[in-house]
């Protein structure tokens, strides 16, 4: 039964990208930044959720980012893993830091950043973290995810890097221009955790000094 209802979204997908044609505009692809700084490693910093800035936030939704940032910290372990110009600053390194981190990062970020011999800060806020309800087929309602990320040179405070990530799945029904990326996923609705390892992916890979060998 899943083949038959599988099969019959691609086709309806198909037809309709025919009937849509070709001429519909794409979006812009961001710029890709290009090494202008020369970058000793880069001192990652646990993630951050908007719930540092915004007192107004939910006890639920503060409960799904305090999970999401758990995520993304495992899916920048791994996709950093094997680098040797990355350094991972844990909590503990952090600790009692966090308040002034927020009033004044550069400030902050050189003293880390040099406790573990870097000239690079890398930081990510995590904005949304919403799971999926439903299963891979079925699904009542889609993940979504948004965070921001800035590479900050720690000696003039020149930024690198930054970008910012932030979609909802769609049907392939409702973005026939991502059918690529629907045909990647298997045409099924994906978790949170493997959209935003799509997203920091996608982001990265668009920064020289983040993308990988």
Do not use: H
């Amino acid at each position: 039964m899943r083949k038959i209802l599988r099969g019959a979204w691609v086709l309806a997908a198909c037809l309709l990208l025919t009937l849509a044609g070709c001429g519909g505009r794409q979006p812009k692809a961001e710029k890709t930044q290009e090494p202008a700084v020369a970058v000793t490693c880069i001192a990652v910093l646990p993630a951050a959720s908007v719930v540092n800035y915004d007192e107004t936030i939910s006890y639920a939704e503060a409960k799904k980012l305090r999970q999401g940032t758990r995520v993304l910290d495992r899916l920048l372990q791994e996709q950093f893993a094997g680098r040797k110009d990355i350094r991972f600053v844990t909590d503990s390194q952090l600790y009692g830091q966090e308040d002034s981190l927020s009033k004044n990062f550069l400030e902050q970020a050189r003293a880390i950043a040099n406790r573990v011999s870097c000239n690079a800060v890398l930081e990510t806020t995590l904005w949304r973290y919403s799971e999926r309800v439903g299963g891979e087929y079925t699904a009542k309602e889609p993940a979504s995810v948004t965070f921001e990320y800035r590479l900050v040179e720690t000696g003039k405070g020149r930024v690198l890097c930054q970008g910012r990530y932030d979609e909802v799945q769609k049907s392939v029904l409702e973005n026939l221009y991502n059918l690529s990326k629907a045909r990647e996923r298997g045409f099924t609705w994906v978790t949170a955790e493997e959209l935003m390892r799509e997203g920091l992916r996608d982001k990265f890979n668009q920064c020289s000094y983040l993308r990988g060998e």
